[in-house]
């Protein structure tokens, strides 16, 4: 059976990440605001992506896979979101600076089959090291803007590559989004992708 897909996410970077691995989809991001009560990281994420999927299948209809995603950036096992503000930002890449955290994404897929409505959800965690960073570039970096829309104030594709001594893990996982679990996943499911259209 061949599947529309829907990705409830506004994230350009899980856009792009989607489109690197040929699947065609579209965009509806959730609106919602999400909470966890999940006592663990990985429990967190992958409740967060629940309530985006769940929010969009609801008016999915037949024939469609709806993708949620939740990013959040883990030291010292407490959650690090978006920066309200700069000075947030810069607190939080005070703390970050010369240690290593971890990127947690958790991923919920929602479609139905035979009448039946089914689900599968999972997470993957890659550890970051960030080299040493002075005030300056810290301040500098925000300076930029790049750090206000990302968890834990750094998008590791951009500028802030500069200043990462290390990945151990998937790093698409801490771009936002594991793709290549996400296939493996999908082939689980018996969800094949064509091709030549990357529809499924």
């Not at 089914?118 to 301040?139: A, G, K, N, W």
């Not at 104030?153 to 951009?158: D, E, H, K, R, T």
Request: charged share 25%; aromatic share 8%; with cysteine.
């Amino acid at each position: 059976m061949e599947y529309q897909m829907i990705l409830a996410s506004a994230s350009p970077r899980r856009r792009e990440l989607l489109s690197r691995i040929g699947l065609a989809f579209t965009v509806k991001p959730a609106c919602g605001e999400e909470r966890s009560r999940g006592a663990s990281a990985w429990e967190q994420v992958e409740e967060l992506a629940l309530q985006k999927a769940e929010e969009i299948a609801e008016e999915a209809g037949e024939n469609v896979i709806v993708i949620g995603a939740d990013t959040l950036v883990f030291l010292d096992g407490k959650p690090m979101g978006k920066p309200q503000d700069e000075k947030e930002a810069a607190r939080m890449l005070s703390a970050l600076q010369g240690r290593t955290h971890q990127v947690y994404t958790g991923v919920a897929l929602i479609w139905s089959r035979d009448g039946e409505q089914r689900r599968r959800s999972f997470h993957e965690c890659t550890d970051v090291t960030v080299y040493p960073m002075t005030q300056e570039e810290i301040l500098a970096y925000i300076r930029t803007g790049e750090p206000m829309d990302k968890a834990g104030a750094y998008g590791i594709q951009g500028l802030f590559a500069r200043h990462i001594q290390k990945i151990e893990g998937d790093y698409n996982n801490v771009v936002g989004l594991p793709v290549g679990r996400l296939y493996q996943e999908m082939k689980a499911e018996g969800i094949w992708i064509n091709e030549e259209s990357g529809n499924f």
